[in-house]
């Protein structure tokens, strides 16, 4: 037991003499909180301090950043060329230790005690105390770094993040906001807001349609009273004289008279009669000054004039009466001049024009009444195309206002969203002037690394008492271990051990006597 008792703690002593020293050198990291208050100025960066250190940890630990630790230093010169890299850089990543600090505050939103993380600390362990404290120190520069490159280009990319989004939105209200041009120009009278117009529109036109209808009902009648009235009145009625109260006649009643009379005077006379070369000349300048025209119905008309009065006269006289003589020579002479009177179908007899003052005054009331007709009649029609298209227009107002509704509510939307991400356009760009300017939550190394005093491990005097308290129970565990591997009898109890059963004596050991 002595002996075990000395080779154990003898162990110890030595490992603790030898035991190559590991020194660990820290930096400690403060996160501050922001200088201006959240109330006025809002961050980007929404994740709890924690969650931010072990990110930007895992982009420190990269393997870049690693090997060319490694290879600025020259770190693990010896485990290079049995090591991969891989292998060095997990071997690095357990050398560096990281530990959150937090303390208890309370919590502004929730009014209550919480833990907080306010700060936390990097280390690295090295053989070397000038190596631990220049490797901490260039992670402490990779973590505080990290931390303004990743705040900053996170609230850029929100910053730019909502720039786009800003112009995507503006460019959709532009968008909708010609659509919405478009479709007013389509629909100009059918929108919902023209509703009431178009109501009162229609109302009016109803109005004048039946106000057109029965004065076109009214002109109608006066028409069908003036073509009566026209129906009875002679055309050519006689006009007399003002001053004389004789009978004016016209150009084409003298002409009328002069053939008769001609006629006449050839009945009676010969052709070199002076009353009938003065007829004959008088005629053809009538006509001259009337117009030529074939006179058949003319000369009808005296032929039955003729006839009628060469039957009164046969009547009266006997035949070889000078007046029937002369009546019988005139009806030859108009027969023979009807006869031989051209007939062209290319130059029609001139109508003869009214002259009857009544029949004039009928006919023209009459043409104003149908002038006023064909007015009414065509403003009617653009009265019942008018009505017509409001009727289309009422009736298309309920699609056309489901679909304007549709279009406004698609714009106020989009108008609110574009708003709302102007504002936080505006809220990004605070925030990123607030980072770009170190105004926001930072670290800041409050404690750098120096090079360590002292070794972090072994601890000699720990390796000593654990040495001392195992050489104190070594021994005995030794013979606890020797008694339970030795097979010897040595009592009464080994044999009731072995046979279960206690033996009927016990002799005695017997020292040998000397005579």
């Known amino acids: 037991m002595i002996l075990t008792f000395v080779a154990v703690l003898g162990v110890f002593t030595t490992a603790a003499r030898l035991w190559p020293p590991t020194y660990e050198s820290t930096g400690t990291i403060l996160i501050e909180q922001q200088e201006i208050p959240e109330d006025f100025v809002h961050s980007v960066i929404g994740s709890y301090a924690d969650q931010r250190v072990q990110v930007i940890s895992q982009r420190v630990m990269t393997s870049a950043n690693l090997l060319a630790i490694i290879s600025k230093y020259d770190l693990y010169a010896r485990l290079k060329a049995t090591r991969t890299r891989e292998r060095l850089v997990d071997k690095m990543r357990d050398d560096i230790k990281l530990k959150m600090i937090s303390a208890d505050v309370m919590d502004p939103r929730q009014g209550r005690p919480t833990k907080a993380t306010i700060a936390f600390s990097v280390s690295y362990l090295s053989q070397s105390p000038q190596l631990a404290a220049a490797v901490a120190n260039e992670l402490t520069s990779l973590y505080l770094r990290e931390n303004l490159e990743s705040r900053k280009q996170q609230a850029q990319g929100t910053t730019d993040f909502l720039n786009g989004e800003a112009a995507r939105l503006g460019q959709e209200v532009t968008a909708l906001q010609e659509k919405i041009a478009a479709f007013r ?34 002109l109608q009648q006066q028409i069908i009273y003036l073509d009566g009235q026209l129906a009875q009145i002679s055309p050519t009625g006689p006009l007399f004289s003002d001053r004389s109260g ?28 002076p009353d009938v070369i003065r007829l004959r000349r008088q005629i053809a300048g009538m006509e001259q000054e009337v117009g030529s025209q074939s006179g058949d119905r003319d000369v009808q008309r005296q032929l039955e004039q003729a006839r009628a009065d060469l039957a009164s006269s046969k009547q009266n006289h006997t035949p070889d009466h000078p007046d029937v003589v002369r009546l019988s020579r005139q009806v030859a002479l108009l027969q023979d001049q009807l006869r031989t009177m051209p007939r062209s179908l290319s130059t029609p007899a001139v109508d003869e024009k009214p002259d009857n003052p009544a029949y004039l005054q009928a006919q023209a ?43 406004m509510d698609s714009l106020q939307g989009a108008e609110k969203k574009h708003d709302e991400v102007q504002q936080k356009q505006m809220e990004a760009q605070l925030a990123s002037n607030l980072e770009a300017e170190r105004k926001g939550e930072r670290f800041t190394l409050i404690e750098p690394p120096t090079e360590p005093e002292r070794p972090a491990k072994p601890i000699q005097l720990l390796i000593l008492l654990a040495g001392f ?32 059963v206690p033996p009927l004596a016990v002799v005695p050991r017997l020292k040998d006597l000397k005579d």
């Open 185 to 218: 120009t389509d629909h100009e009278r059918s929108l919902p807001e023209y509703a009431q117009l178009n109501i009162q529109l229609i109302n009016r036109a109803q109005d004048d349609l039946r106000d057109q209808d029965t004065r076109i009902r009214a």
């Open 246 to 273: 004789e009978r004016v006649l016209g150009a084409t009643e003298q002409l009328k008279m002069l053939k008769s009379e001609y006629a006449r005077a050839v009945s009676m006379y010969s052709d070199t009669h």
């Open 365 to 407: 009331s009459r043409q104003a009444a149908q002038t006023e007709l064909d007015s009414l009649l065509t403003q009617r029609l653009q009265q019942k195309s008018k009505l017509d298209e409001l009727d289309r227009r009422v009736s298309a107002m309920p699609a056309v206002a489901r679909d304007y509704d549709a279009l």
């Open 469 to 500: 308290i195992f050489s104190l129970g070594a021994p005995w565990i030794l013979m606890r271990l020797l008694e339970a591997l030795d097979t010897r009898i040595h009592g009464r109890d080994d044999i009731v051990a072995i046979l279960s």
